[in-house]
């Protein structure tokens, strides 16, 4: 058996576990990266004397970089590879994150967080195709999902480490910690981590068959003598046309419109439910720790999709998840002052928005064809953080003209209705349709079958596309 159909139709082998667990770790300190400067802002602030607007910028100018990265260096690896991308990436996190905590000045450190969010952008993208990759076909909705659980979990946890690492070392050791949590990856990553099986069998670097034999040996498949032919959507597909012609164009347009409008809420929940909650109660404190619950949440949404995901296509789980969304927002606005239900609720904000990016991440690789994929992918997400730049200063600016925390919630609860909307559109698009994934599991199977009718005088049979 072809070692992609070995991947997509065997059970997980323990090495394929591995793949995720590590990618798993990964996204938990990408989490914990993405929101160290939302923990350290309060000393930062004390240490240089920060304006609000030069608190704004520090806050938001990693958020930026991220976007900046997902669009322009995502890309980089469906030339590269996976594997180079990811540990490449990681190199330059734990240099910029170094130097972040290093730096003397607002603006040498603005700098620095900038570059870092550059990579911190680039890396998602690469680790979330990796991973839908080496899941078989049954499990891989399941699999994503537990994926999922990486970045809200290392959020929650960073966010509670950073509080002693502060104490301890000032506002910058969550920064050392972070790198020294990415060194340690880089070298497990470099250790254990293959390359992408569609890579090298589509892009054929060098030394493509020694890789590829190398994973094939590692969940027991028999080695190959040469490389399996490169699938004809793999050499032939183009960037543009792959998100814009035909059906891709509405698949495309919705996948933006619907992760966008989560992406909107979901930064808006994570940057201002500690101002708000704090605002209403009086008790900053009590602000805090239902932020955090919000991010602890995003776990328990996470879990939530892997199991749905079982049963249900989950496009339509992530439809659900915006639709339960939509609801608890509502509730959570109606419950603004009493404390108990809004600890209560904050855990289920975090199931909605930090559990539904859980579930984009897990839907979006399979809409897109192995040679767009990261960068497709990186697009997606550069576009949403673009977003995530804007929502909280528009919340903020509203709140400014008269609304309150409550008519915040409904109208970022009403955000989310359109993600499930748009969501269960794109998967109304695939009707009697598989996706990309799916294809290229049947162009696989196609191969083989036309491998082993292969005649006695050794003319080459090619499948059908």
């Known amino acids: 058996m072809e070692l992609t159909q070995a991947i997509r139709q065997n059970p997980m082998s323990r090495y394929q576990w591995l793949v995720v667990a590590i990618c798993i770790l990964i996204t938990m300190v990408d989490g914990y990266e993405i929101l160290v400067t939302s923990y350290a802002l309060p000393a930062l602030t004390e240490e240089w004397a920060l304006s609000n607007g030069q608190q704004g910028l520090v806050a938001s100018l990693g958020t930026l970089g991220m976007g900046v990265g997902a669009i322009f260096l995502s890309p980089l690896a469906d030339r590269i590879g996976r594997r180079r991308h990811i540990i ?12 972040s905590g290093m730096a003397s000045s607002f603006e040498t450190f603005l700098v620095f967080r900038f570059i870092s969010g550059l990579f911190l952008g680039a890396i998602v993208p690469s680790v979330n195709v990796l991973v839908a990759e080496f899941c078989n076909q049954t499990r891989r909705g399941a699999v994503m999902g537990v994926y999922g659980i990486g970045l809200p979990l290392g959020a929650a946890l960073g966010g509670f480490l950073s509080v002693w690492l502060i104490d301890s070392f000032t506002w910058r050791g969550p920064f050392f910690f972070s790198a020294i949590l990415t060194a340690l990856l880089v070298l497990l990553s470099a250790a254990v981590l293959p390359e992408s099986v569609s890579f090298l069998v589509g892009k054929r670097p060098k030394g493509a068959l020694r890789s590829y034999n190398r994973i094939a040996a590692r969940i027991g498949v028999a080695p190959a003598a040469a490389l399996p032919p490169a699938p004809v959507r793999a050499a032939s597909a183009t960037f543009a046309r792959g998100l814009f012609q035909g059906i891709m164009l509405p698949r495309t347009l919705l996948l933006w419109l619907a992760y966008g409008t ?57 439809g659900l998840v915006m639709v339960a969304g939509f609801g608890i927002f509502f509730a959570f606005a109606n419950y603004f002052t009493n404390n108990t239900m809004v600890l209560i609720l904050a855990v289920l904000v975090g199931l909605a928005v930090n559990g539904g990016l859980a579930a984009y991440y897990a839907i979006s690789p399979s809409i897109y064809s192995l ?49 499930a909307v748009a969501v269960v559109a794109l998967h109304l698009t695939y009707r009697g349709q598989k ?28 499948a059908a596309h």
């Open 88 to 99: 490449g990436a990681m190199v330059l996190i734990t240099v910029f994150m170094s130097l």
């Open 262 to 318: 989560l992406i909107a809420s979901f930064y808006f929940a994570n940057s201002l439910t500690a101002k708000l909650v704090a605002e209403t109660t009086g008790d900053p404190e009590f602000g805090i720790t239902a932020q955090s619950l919000v991010a602890a949440g995003g776990v328990v949404g996470a879990l939530l999709f892997a199991l749905l995901a079982r049963w249900i296509h989950p496009r339509l789980v992530t």
């Open 435 to 462: 996706d990309a994934m799916d294809l290229e599991d049947a162009e696989e199977r196609a191969l083989d079958e036309a491998r082993a009718a292969q005649p006695a005088d050794g003319r080459p049979v090619e």
């Open 371 to 419: 040679a767009i994929r990261s960068a497709a992918v990186g697009l997606m997400m550069g576009l949403g953080r673009a977003i995530a730049f804007f929502a909280p200063n528009i919340a903020t600016a509203l709140q400014s003209r008269g609304f309150s925390p409550e008519d915040l919630y409904r109208l970022y609860g009403g955000v989310l209705a359109v993600s």
